[in-house]
């Protein structure tokens, strides 16, 4: 089977990739760059990932990609919640609008596929909106012209490639301050509940449910781990992969997000899972074990994340 992903070069995507090939499936990319020193370090060969150029607010382009695959999947966004308070019309422009053109093609060539959701979709960032907004536009089309839009809401995902800048994601910026022994900064109290799933065990949940056949495309699957893990917990977790006894500071919280924030998967979602696609929280990878590969992986490749602060 010909997948094709919208973001595949990305974080998760790359891990996507990865999970695809090793089912013995072909990989389309559509990107707006190639970066080729990512696909020579990820050992991507052409005849398994195939590239597209091309842009998500191109709507011709979206099209002529669909009509290339089986199946397809869309991560591409423009991500953040203070980054994009400023200005949410680029936002508006790839994560719906985007998403949309990709809806629109799987109507004309009638290709089944999966929309990436967000944990927090109830807040009010450009962000979140922009990605609830895509999700609920995907079960429009669902109901009303017969699509079959898998929609996949993932929590905090974390692992290796992940960049700590210029987005602040929570994770490399617990690890790369704690290997330098600089200072490491909290917004909020900490007690905020994140749910941290492992890039490799998204990629397997998100995987399934591609390629399912004849699952339900009017319920919202869920990508966690759950068991109710505050910030507080993930940097005491950090702090002893590491070895590392830096410094925290707590700083206000940051515009668009909210204190006492709960993230992480529900009850239903775990249900919904094992029900469709047969995925249990006994095929996770064990979250100290999760977090230990992780923390190699930004030891071998410190160089690579300045810290400038």
């Known amino acids: 089977m010909k997948i094709l992903i919208f973001g595949g070069q990305g974080f998760i995507g790359s891990h996507l990739v990865d999970n695809f090939i090793s089912k013995g ?37 979206v099209r002529e990609a669909v009509n290339l695959c089986d199946r397809w999947v869309n991560l591409a966004g423009l991500l953040g919640t203070q980054e994009m308070l400023e200005n949410p019309i680029p936002a508006v422009e790839v994560n719906i609008i985007g998403a949309l053109h990709i809806f629109e093609s799987a109507i004309v060539h009638k290709k089944p596929g999966l929309q990436i959701a967000v944990g927090n979709y109830w807040m009010n960032n450009p962000y979140s909106l922009t990605k609830n907004t895509t999700e609920r536009f995907a079960l429009m089309y669902n109901k009303e012209h017969g699509t079959d839009i898998r929609v996949c809401r993932g929590m905090n995902v974390f692992g290796e490639r992940q960049k ?32 941290l799933i492992y890039s490799a065990d998204i990629a397997e949940v998100l995987g399934r449910i591609t390629l399912a056949d004849d699952i339900p495309n009017d319920i ?51 249900k919904d899972l094992e029900k469709y696609v047969g995925y249990t929280p006994d095929d996770l990878t064990p979250l100290e074990e999760a977090i230990n590969n992780s923390v190699k992986w930004y030891r071998d490749n410190l160089d690579r994340f300045p810290w400038d602060e």
Request: hydrophobic content about 35%; charged content about 30%.
């Open 164 to 195: 700590h800048r210029p987005i602040r994601k929570i994770f490399p910026n617990l690890v790369i301050p704690a290997l330098l022994d600089k200072d490491i900064t909290i917004y909020g109290d900490g007690e905020q509940v994140m749910d």
């Open 220 to 270: 919202m699957y869920e990508a966690g781990v759950g068991g109710g893990l505050t910030i507080n917990n993930a940097v005491d977790l950090v702090l002893k992969a590491c070895d590392s006894k830096t410094k925290i500071n707590h700083t206000p919280m940051r515009p668009g997000e909210e204190p006492g924030a709960v993230v992480e998967i529900s009850d239903q979602g775990w």
């Open 25 to 61: 499936h072909k990989v389309l990319l559509f990107d707006r760059v190639y970066q080729k020193s990512q696909w020579d370090e990820y050992g991507w060969d052409k005849k398994d990932v195939q590239f597209m150029l091309g842009d998500i607010k191109d709507e011709d382009a």
